[in-house]
């Protein structure tokens, strides 16, 4: 690990002045990826800013009007997969949570953390390797490669890397909106949608997060599927592995016809893929296996495999499929 | 199995349990030294070809460095001294990705990884001999004379004679050691003594080897390593990084610590080698066994061989007039392949029992039942009589306990939800074997209160050794186990056998049994006194009024051991659960029933053998590493890639031993049962998804997207 300067702060107009003021530090929140990402020498920053301290870890109900709940960007992925309004209310979120890296790393990990995780791809951990992303114009070492974990949409020739959140996989489902404060002491609102971006041109770009913006909350609008909604997560070993294929679906239902569906996949681009297709395709009709067959196998059919991750279209297919059936049998 | 008043037999808990749950036990980092200066290792990052310039000069001038230490001034070393797996810096010329390629010492563990990175190396590189499949058909004789082709009859002209045929190709990956323990040394010089905490399986065959390749003689090389944090086999030899600390110790004039971290842990020490094993059954219609064939590839280091035996099995396992087992070899530009848990038979046992699951398939008859059938009554490779063997207990026994009738003959129709439900089985062996050891016991007393040490250079790997010897003693003392102190992992002690190839409960505890043994007939030959029943040591030791008395003995296997087959046996027994939809495999039972002799402590031997059950499932189900041909690195290079078994992928795992009294390969009846615990495993769990799911799957491990 190089070297590097700790500074904290408990006002969270400090920390952005500090890090505006040196292009080469990071903020610093649990550290459970930015840690290992200096052991490896992939990030490199000179300062960090510690950022615990700051009083942005609450879990409350929006203000009256507005219809939802705001998790603080500060607080625990545990406390939020346990809070009871989130399991009650937003289960779907609480399963993703829970299905992604293990007890010790959630119990470290922050909300905001979380969504600013880089991916696994292993040639971006190891510098010895060409990395578009780790170092811009190196190459991409993965798209020729060891790719069976890496993208099966929305890929670029610079990048086929996959994001590897689940905890954003079911925001994404949930429409939420991330909060940041911007380094004008204003806040701003992005979509989740909106937040992490494809690799294009620009791959060691994860997210439209301009420097010094600093998350302060997700917010998760009302939704009317809570009892009606699944995360299944599939992957290597039965816990603590990255997804191949991950699915969070929710549904709205009128008798056994679908009002709406929801449904964000993981493991298969460089951020959460909200599956618009299958969602259009589900609307207004029967559920039943067979039409989620014909809208998962529709959504799939866009899908551009690599030479290794030719599966993950089958495989996501059944997994839209087996959510979906989940989410209407209920809880 | 359980005497009265005796400790053998009885499951004990680990004497040094408390120890290790409190942190006190001290592993190989946690000696302390005054002065202590820290050292890390760099890496190449080609596979072939020479260092044409390196740079060190800013991590030299880079704050609390004390030595950059590369092929440039480190001193020469013995290449042949019996080390594995060279990268000992003695030239520019890289023969594997990841090969160590200097060392940095610094006052702090930080310092010397910052400076590590600040070091600056070009190569000239060579094509490297990366790719296994693109190399497989080029495979050469390996110069192993054990390994040379073993024929037996007309395997080929038997195979094309019979009535059923099973010929397939079987597939197992690159997999990891990974013990819990990195390695890690800590190298102190006195003069031109040197003492090296360091976590070893053979203690003496470390000592000579360090001495060996530093140029120094035995005696002035002490190993220490009381506890072990696993090593299943990546710390029987020893590599490069054990010399490296002691010759940077001497360079800084300082005690130095090295451990390599779990990224190096890829490429630092060994590996268990990528085996293409394709194996050609023949039966009558009536499942006679008339031909098998099990002929594997595997690869090796360009400048030295490895192979792991996977015919072994084969060799032994079933009746059959014709047979031939063969090996060839690709050398790579790859980390020596070494031991590793159950070496060639874990494996081996795959290929074997997968086609025997095949066959019993295609004849459609019971997988068990083609077991019995083809049982041998003598061991079919040499002819030698069986010591003991079990196997048709094991399978007859577990059946019966595991509910085996509950199994759905044909495939894919046992069905729960999205569920399909399978059972597997699949027979594993492992040689039993005692090797050479001594013991020296000293007994003292105080008023009538008897205390025992007993001294062995043994080593234990975490399995329970510590604990058994002082089972052994205290049987072979009549004193209580706490009156009993054991200290092993001190090549100042009595030298010993390894904690390898399930030699280490035999060889260890016949030496202490001889030991207590002798001690008792010197004690009676110093009384001068008949007595009409055999008193203990420490009657005599109060009898006599003895304060103090100690004896050694040098113990070999029985000499007619070698005229007998004496191996342990197992079989075992899998229910998987596969979800149809997404391929996700749990195994949610497993059961081992194994034959191996005389259990000496039933709780530790069960730990044993589970641990090489979940060991076996995760060889099944996910562990690989791959190699990437371009650079012939790991592109699998962290835990996050490299997946070990979690507790949420282990369901109910039952361990059965059968009763076994066999005192022809050593006097204790112990045949040994580190081994064996990982053998069959990894065919159990395929046969079992093959019964689920109708798919074969022959290419380990059987991760989701094969199933789909």
Known sequence: MRPFKYTNTNSSSDAINLLIKNPNASYLAGGTNLIDLMKEDVEKPNELIDLTRLALTKIALLPTGQNGISIGALGKNTEAANHPMIREQYPLLSKAILAGASAQIRNMATNGGNLLQRTRCSYFYDTAMPCNKRNPGSGCAAKDGFNRMHAIFGWSEECVAVYPSDMAVALSALDANIKVIQPDGKFRSISIHDFHRLPEQQPELDNTLKRGELISSIELPKNDFANHSAYIKVRDRNSYAFALVSVAAGVVLNGNRIVSAHIAMGGVAHKPWRARKAEALLKGKMATVANFELAAQAEMEQAKPLAQNKFKVAMGKNTIVSALSMATKGT | ?708
């Open chain 2, 1 to 708: 199995m359980e005497e009265k008043n005796k400790a053998i037999g009885k499951g004990v808990s680990r004497i040094e349990g408390i120890l290790k749950i409190t942190g006190k036990a001290t592993y190989a980092t946690d000696y302390p030294a005054k002065n202590m200066a820290y050292a890390v290792l760099f890496k190449s990052t080609i596979a072939s070809g020479t260092i044409t310039s390196l740079d060190t000069s800013a991590a030299e001038k880079s704050q609390g460095v004390l030595a950059v230490i590369t092929h440039k001034n480190a001193p020469k070393l013995n290449l042949k001294g019996g080390l594995r797996g060279g990268a000992l810096l003695q030239s520019p010329e890289i023969l594997f990705h990841g090969q160590h390629i200097g060392i940095v010492v610094a006052q702090s563990f930080e310092q010397a990884t910052h400076a590590a990175h600040l070091i600056h190396v070009e190569y000239q590189k060579k094509e490297g001999k990366t790719d296994f499949d693109k190399l497989l058909p080029n495979a050469e004789m390996p110069k192993g004379k054990e390994l040379a082709d073993l024929v037996r009859g007309d395997a080929k002209a038997a195979f094309e004679n019979a009535a059923v045929r099973v010929e397939e190709i079987y597939e197992t990956p690159i997999e990891h050691h990974h013990p819990m323990e990195p390695h890690s040394t800590v190298a102190v010089w006195e003069g031109e003594q040197l003492t090296l905490y360091n976590g070893s399986q053979i203690i003496n065959g470390a000592q000579t080897a360090a001495a060996s390749t530093l140029n120094l003689k035995p005696e002035q090389v002490r190993i220490i390593s009381p506890f072990i944090g696993g090593g299943f086999g990546s710390k029987g030899g020893q590599w490069a990084n054990l010399v490296l600390t002691a010759v940077a110790a001497k360079m800084v004039n300082r005690p130095v610590k090295l451990a390599l971290t779990r990224q190096q842990m890829f490429n630092s020490v060994g590996l268990r080698q990528r085996n293409h094993q394709k194996i050609s059954l023949g039966a009558s219609k009536d499942g006679i066994l008339q031909s098998l064939s099990h002929q594997t590839t595997s690869h090796t280091a360009v400048d030295s061989e490895y192979l792991e035996p996977c015919g072994d099995c084969s060799k032994i396992m079933y009746e059959v007039p014709n047979s031939l087992i063969s090996y060839r070899v690709v050398p790579m530009n790859v980390i020596l392949p070494t031991y590793t848990r159950g070496p060639g038979k874990s494996t081996g046992s795959f290929a074997l029992e997968s086609a025997m699951d095949e066959l019993a398939y295609k004849l459609n008859i019971d997988p068990i039942e083609l077991r019995l059938k083809n049982e041998p009554k003598k061991d079919p490779s040499n002819g030698k009589p069986w010591s003991s063997r079990k196997v048709v207990e094991c399978l007859k026994e577990g059946a019966k306990a595991f509910g085996w009738d509950k199994r759905k003959a044909e495939p894919g129709t046992n069905k729960i939800g999205d569920d399909l439900v399978g059972y597997g089985v699949a027979c594993g062996t492992y040689p039993a074997r005692q090797r050479d050891s001594s013991a020296v016991i000293k007994l003292t007393k105080k008023g009538n209160n008897v205390n025992a040490t007993v001294e062995i250079a043994a080593s234990d790997l975490g399995t329970g050794t510590n604990t058994i010897l002082a089972q052994t003693a205290a049987d072979g003392l009549g004193l209580a186990m706490e009156n009993i102190t054991v200290k092993l992992g001190d090549s100042n002690l009595p030298p010993a056998a390894g904690s390898v190839g399930s030699v280490g409960a035999a060889s260890f505890a016949n030496a202490v049994n001889d030991a207590c043994t002798k001690i008792t007939d010197e004690l009676l030959a110093k009384s001068g006194k008949q007595f009409f029943v055999r008193p203990t040591a420490k009657d005599l030791m109060i009898s006599e009024n003895v304060s103090a008395f100690e004896t050694r003995a040098d113990a070999k296997a029985p000499t007619q051991a070698d005229q007998y087959s004496a191996h342990s046996f197992n079989a075992n027994f899998a229910e998987v659960r596969v979800n149809a939809l997404t391929g996700m495999v749990k195994v949610t039972r497993f059961l081992a029933v194994t034959g191996a002799g005389r259990i000496l402590n039933p709780k530790t031997a069960r730990s044993q053998i589970i641990g090489g059950n979940i060991w076996g499932i995760g060889m099944a189900l996910s562990e690989e590493s791959i190699i990437d041909p371009r650079w012939g690195n790991f592109a699998t290079r962290s835990f996050a890639d490299y997946h070990v078994p979690t507790n949420f992928d282990i369901g109910k795992l039952d361990a059965m031993f059968i009763n076994e009294e066999d005192k022809i390969p050593n006097k204790m009846g112990v045949k040994g049962i580190g081994e064996v615990g990982i053998v069959g495993v990894a065919a159990a769990v395929a046969n079992a998804v093959f019964n689920a799911t109708g798919k074969r799957i022959r290419h380990l491990p059987i991760t989701p997207d094969k199933l789909l």
